[in-house]
């Protein structure tokens, strides 16, 4: 069993997922949409730190195309909450998700070189 390999599939299902997550919260009505913290703009950061953290390891979105990637989504959803009932378009979250998704990518980036590092040690 190759270990890195395996990972690897597992942060891109989660990827895929924590994206799908983000796009159905993101189009729910207000009334229906869960709020984990008391902050929207902390949920967006979260959210979109993670979605980059897992992501990154798909092929398509590798590097800094997932800051982009999510960053434009981010604004599409922003302006599609216009016409959603109970939810309002907000520059703020828009630039909580940006930073958010940046910042998943630095950790993503920090975490797979120290998993290569602590792989090859393993392995000698």
Do not use: C, K
């Given at each position: 069993?190759?270990?890195?390999?395996?990972?690897?599939?597992?942060?891109?299902?989660?990827?895929?997922?924590?994206?799908?997550?983000?796009?159905?919260?993101s189009?729910?009505?207000?009334?229906?949409?869960?709020?984990?913290?008391?902050?929207g703009?902390?949920?967006?950061?979260?959210?979109?730190?993670?979605?980059?953290?897992?992501?990154?390891?798909?092929?398509?979105?590798?590097?800094?195309?997932?800051?982009?990637?999510?960053s434009?989504?981010?604004?599409?959803?922003?302006?599609?909450?216009?016409?959603?009932?109970?939810?309002?378009?907000?520059?703020?979250?828009?630039?909580?998700?940006?930073?958010?998704?940046?910042?998943?990518?630095?950790?993503?980036?920090a975490?797979?070189?120290?998993?290569?590092?602590?792989?090859?040690?393993?392995?000698?």
């Amino acid at each position: 069993m190759d270990v890195t390999r395996v990972g690897r599939r597992l942060f891109q299902v989660a990827g895929v997922m924590s994206l799908s997550a983000i796009a159905v919260l993101s189009i729910l009505p207000g009334a229906e949409r869960p709020h984990v913290f008391g902050s929207g703009n902390v949920e967006h950061f979260l959210a979109y730190a993670g979605a980059a953290f897992f992501a990154s390891s798909l092929p398509a979105l590798r590097g800094w195309r997932i800051v982009l990637w999510l960053s434009a989504a981010s604004l599409l959803f922003e302006g599609l909450q216009m016409f959603i009932p109970g939810r309002g378009p907000g520059l703020d979250n828009w630039i909580a998700s940006s930073v958010g998704a940046a910042t998943g990518l630095v950790l993503a980036r920090a975490f797979a070189t120290i998993a290569r590092a602590t792989v090859s040690i393993a392995s000698r």
